[in-house]
């Protein structure tokens, strides 16, 4: 069946964090008399830290929000010097290979776990229709979040390929749908991957060609 829609991750698939240390991020957050100590305490600061993200509108959003479970103070300077702070800390940039994507002649989405004005805010807002779990209603590797999508653009699972580089939650739930798969995997993560890999966007095109 003709292929309509190719889904793409976001994290590790399009972008990807060049600096981020979590250790020195969890240090330089003690000037907001935040301190993470200890794997549990790291454990429950991400929990809040994606909940907060995938709720917000934006970084003051955001940023208010994470202060306020954390029980921390949120006057209006304060907030909006942690707003500064965590868009500076939590930057990204877009493989240079995407390029090689942006005109293969299907249509596109973005699918992510992310907030949409942390997308949006990408050289990628434009690339094609994003997905966010306000749309979705849950996190992958929930089926639920892919049919939210298929069914959005009116396709049927066959008709659709979703290109990520988690095998568990971007590639298994899909594939059960009936959803064609490719997992990019540019740091040999996964050797002994049976399925459709590609190493860099340069390698999609002719994947696609050949489902």
Same mark, same amino acid.
């Given at each position: 069946?003709?292929?309509?829609? $190719?889904?793409?991750? +976001?994290w590790? &698939?399009l972008?990807?964090?060049p600096?981020?240390? %979590?250790q @020195?991020?969890y240090?330089?957050?003690?000037g907001?008399?935040?301190?993470? @100590?200890?794997?549990d305490?790291? !454990?429950r +600061? /991400?929990?809040?830290? /994606?909940?907060?993200?995938? &709720?917000?509108k934006?970084?003051?959003?955001?940023?208010e929000?994470?202060? &306020?479970?954390?029980?921390?103070? !949120?006057?209006?300077?304060d907030?909006?010097?942690?707003?500064?702070?965590?868009?500076e800390?939590?930057?990204?940039?877009i493989?240079?290979?995407v @390029? *090689?994507?942006?005109?293969?002649?299907?249509?596109?989405?973005?699918? &992510?776990?992310?907030?949409? +004005?942390f997308? *949006?805010?990408?050289? =990628?807002?434009?690339?094609?229709?994003?997905?966010?779990? $306000?749309?979705?209603?849950?996190?992958?590797?929930? %089926?639920?979040?892919f049919?939210? $999508?298929i069914?959005?653009f !009116?396709?049927?699972? *066959?008709?659709?390929?979703?290109v990520?580089?988690?095998?568990e939650?971007?590639? $298994?739930? /899909?594939?059960? =749908?009936?959803?064609?798969?490719?997992l990019?995997?540019?740091?040999?993560?996964? %050797?002994?991957?049976k399925?459709? !890999?590609i190493?860099s966007?340069? *390698?999609?095109e002719?994947?696609?060609?050949?489902?």
């Amino acid at each position: 069946m003709k292929i309509k829609l $190719v889904i793409f991750d +976001f994290w590790k &698939t399009l972008a990807f964090a060049p600096e981020y240390d %979590p250790q @020195k991020f969890y240090s330089s957050l003690g000037g907001f008399g935040i301190e993470i @100590k200890g794997k549990d305490n790291a !454990k429950r +600061f /991400s929990s809040l830290f /994606s909940k907060s993200m995938r &709720t917000s509108k934006n970084w003051t959003v955001f940023s208010e929000q994470l202060l &306020t479970d954390l029980g921390k103070d !949120k006057k209006k300077e304060d907030i909006k010097a942690f707003a500064d702070f965590l868009k500076e800390k939590i930057s990204y940039k877009i493989y240079n290979d995407v @390029k *090689e994507i942006l005109n293969i002649p299907y249509e596109k989405a973005i699918l &992510t776990d992310s907030a949409r +004005f942390f997308v *949006e805010n990408s050289e =990628l807002k434009n690339f094609g229709r994003i997905f966010t779990p $306000v749309e979705t209603k849950s996190l992958k590797p929930d %089926p639920k979040v892919f049919l939210t $999508v298929i069914n959005d653009f !009116k396709i049927k699972p *066959e008709e659709c390929v979703i290109v990520g580089d988690d095998v568990e939650r971007d590639l $298994v739930s /899909s594939k059960n =749908l009936g959803m064609k798969t490719i997992l990019i995997d540019r740091e040999n993560r996964y %050797p002994d991957y049976k399925g459709i !890999k590609i190493n860099s966007f340069g *390698e999609l095109e002719a994947a696609l060609a050949g489902l």
